[in-house]
């Protein structure tokens, strides 16, 4: 199947920096990437929905200054989560579709600030 | 409004039970995958299904469309099926492939 691959895998970083974690399809171009946070024990959250060339759509509650993505080509899109927070501890997955019926998911980030 | 219930939200089995998981839509949704993630957090996706049933290995996924209900069999269930097991509705009004979640159900299989 197709791959869809994360960087970095985990982070630990101090309140107040700003963290970037690149999301990319290996072997297929992504004209749709969405971006979720997980929650210890629950599911997963839609945050945005991103598409190559154009603003994200965010979801009600999402602060688009606060999580900035940018889908710069059809293979890559990154979320920088700006002036991090410890409330911002969470696990960021993205997935990538090649159609409406078919997504593949990211292997996560882990993002743990202090 | 796009919802999708899952149940058990635990499951324990011996190993070599037969398994299912169930899960419930409603009437915005028009597919359902169900996904497995494993303790580091990858999801892999198992099944898509918008009618009748798959089967891959030892899974199984069958959908009701009437009913509008889905479940995920395992048989001979194995240590190393334990797992989140997450079923995510299509949304029926999206171009793009939005997808709402279950809550997800923990499979932990004994030896």
């Known amino acids: 199947g197709a791959v869809v691959s994360q960087h970095p895998s985990r982070v630990i970083c101090k309140s107040g920096t700003s963290v970037k974690i690149e999301c990319r399809s290996l072997?297929?171009?992504?004209?749709?990437m969405f971006w979720y946070r997980q929650f210890p024990k629950q599911s997963l959250m839609l945050m945005a929905t991103?598409?190559?060339?154009?603003?994200?759509?965010?979801e009600q509650g999402v602060e688009k200054d606060k999580f900035l993505i940018n889908h710069a080509s059809l293979t890559l899109s990154t979320l920088t989560v700006t002036s991090a927070h410890p409330e911002d501890s969470s696990f960021y997955i993205c997935?990538?579709?090649?159609?409406?019926?078919?997504?593949?998911f990211g292997p996560g980030t882990r993002l743990l600030v202090l | 409004k796009n919802e999708v219930e899952q149940s058990p939200q635990n499951l324990t089995a011996q190993e070599g039970e037969f398994i299912t998981i169930n899960c419930s839509y409603s009437?915005?949704?028009?597919?359902l995958h169900w996904l497995q993630q494993h303790p580091g957090g990858g999801i892999v996706s198992l099944f898509m299904?918008?009618?009748g049933k798959k089967k891959h290995g030892r899974l199984i996924a069958t959908i009701n469309i009437q009913e509008k209900h889905s479940s995920l069999h395992i048989t001979a269930s194995h240590p190393r099926d334990s797992a989140v097991y997450i079923c995510?509705?299509?949304?029926?009004?999206?171009?793009?492939?939005?997808?709402?979640f279950g809550r997800g159900t923990q499979l932990t299989v004994w030896p």
């Open positions: 997935s990538a579709t090649q159609g409406r019926e078919t997504q593949y």
């Open positions: 072997d297929f171009q992504a004209t749709t």
């Open positions: 991103s598409n190559e060339g154009s603003k994200a759509t965010y």
């Open positions: 009437v915005g949704i028009s597919a």
């Open positions: 299904l918008s009618s």
């Open positions: 995510a509705g299509l949304d029926r009004g999206s171009t793009l492939g939005r997808l709402y």
